[in-house]
């Protein structure tokens, strides 16, 4: 942890609950550049040289983390024939890590992560961004709820059997007759519905047709920073409405309009996070922050939050912008926790 953290930012980080909304981590552990359990090492592969990594558990530990959020992502390469196996196979990497160590521990409730918080131990909890792996069948949604599933972003930026994602967005298509029945199925499983990376018309047809709170998972507001994939005041007011949490990502194009290249190491930093914060809990309250980083997702670093192990520089920073202690802890965490108490329990 950074010295430069005040004594009270300090504690009051110690007893909060942090749950960082997204990351692209089992890919990298998939691919065998990331030993999660015992911390990066560069890869020997040349195929990888180069990489970086913001997360494994040495460094959770470090930031006094305790529920990240793991992402299953499946990759154009396995569409579709192999969708649902490579999401079982990521699922099956995320098993190993929680058998491979003590101090990592599986999570599907709100109730095991404020456990995993009085053990003073670490956590995942299992999403996957995009349903390609569903293939179409809200059976195999039911059999992922059974495996641990409980959080569930709808699309990428590509077209899918439920929605179309960003990079479609031209085309004015929201929720097929398939994500209909998806949200609806999501909600009475308890399965938290995500919406980064959808299509404008697909986050409306969610809002209209979800009981339950919803998320998007990493995700900037386009009144700071106009890009595609932030959130836009009208979607933001929905959101509110909704009860759901907007989570601020630190992916350095989303968050300052300057930077054009994923890795820009200079002009984006931890500063930019902040205004974004600060936008989207004046637009629509305090109670509607999260975080959702997205490491392991995009190259490069932000600076003053270079990885999991610098984010009590987070709590530090909102406390010096005035936000009150229990305010730091709803954008924390608490917030996101609060969603997945409504929704999975």
């Known amino acids: 942890m950074s010295q430069e953290i005040s004594k009270e930012a300090l504690e009051l980080h110690r007893q909060l609950i942090t749950i960082d909304g997204h990351c692209d981590t089992l890919l990298g552990i998939q691919r065998g550049y990331l030993d999660f359990i015992n911390g990066f090492t560069p890869p020997e592969d040349p195929r990888y040289k180069g990489v970086v990594s913001h997360i494994d558990l040495p460094r959770m530990k470090a930031g006094g983390a305790t529920t990240q959020v793991f992402a299953c992502f499946v990759e154009k390469q396995y569409l579709p024939s ?4 490579q999401a079982l196979r990521l699922f099956d990497y995320f098993y190993q890590q929680v058998e491979g160590s003590d101090d990592f521990v599986f999570v599907k409730s ?11 131990k ?23 709820y ?13 077209r899918n059997q439920a929605a179309d994602g960003l990079g479609e967005a031209r085309t004015g298509g929201g929720l097929t007759e398939f994500g209909v029945e998806l949200v609806k199925e ?6 938290i519905l995500d919406v980064a990376h959808l299509a404008p018309a697909g986050i409306r047809d ?9 998320l998007d998972s990493h995700c900037g507001a386009k009144g700071v920073t106009d890009h595609e994939r932030n959130l836009d005041d009208e979607q933001l ?22 930077v054009k290249e994923y890795n820009d190491r200079d002009t984006a930093s931890i500063e930019d996070v902040f205004k974004h914060i600060d936008y989207v809990a004046k637009r629509i309250g305090v109670d509607h922050v999260g975080i959702g980083s997205d490491f392991d997702g995009f190259d490069g670093y932000l600076r003053g939050i270079e990885d999991i192990s610098r984010i009590p520089n987070l709590t530090a920073g ?28």
């Open 82 to 85: 192999d969708a649902t196996n």
């Open 110 to 120: 709100a109730a095991d992560i404020r456990a995993v918080k009085k053990a003073g």
């Open 122 to 144: 670490t956590s995942g909890f299992l999403s996957i961004e995009g349903v390609e792996s569903l293939e179409g069948d809200t059976a195999i949604l039911r059999n992922f």
């Open 146 to 158: 059974k495996l641990g599933l409980r959080q569930a972003g709808l699309t990428w930026n590509w």
């Open 186 to 191: 999501a909600n009475r499983l308890g399965v």
């Open 206 to 214: 969610v809002f209209a047709f979800s009981e339950q709170p919803i």
């Open 237 to 258: 007011d929905a959101l509110a409405k909704n009860g759901g949490v907007a989570c601020i990502t630190f992916v350095p194009p989303f968050i300052n309009g300057a």
């Open 318 to 345: 909102l406390l010096k912008r005035g936000y009150k202690p229990d305010e730091v802890t709803k954008i924390m965490g608490g917030n996101y926790l609060r969603v997945i108490e409504q929704v999975c329990g």
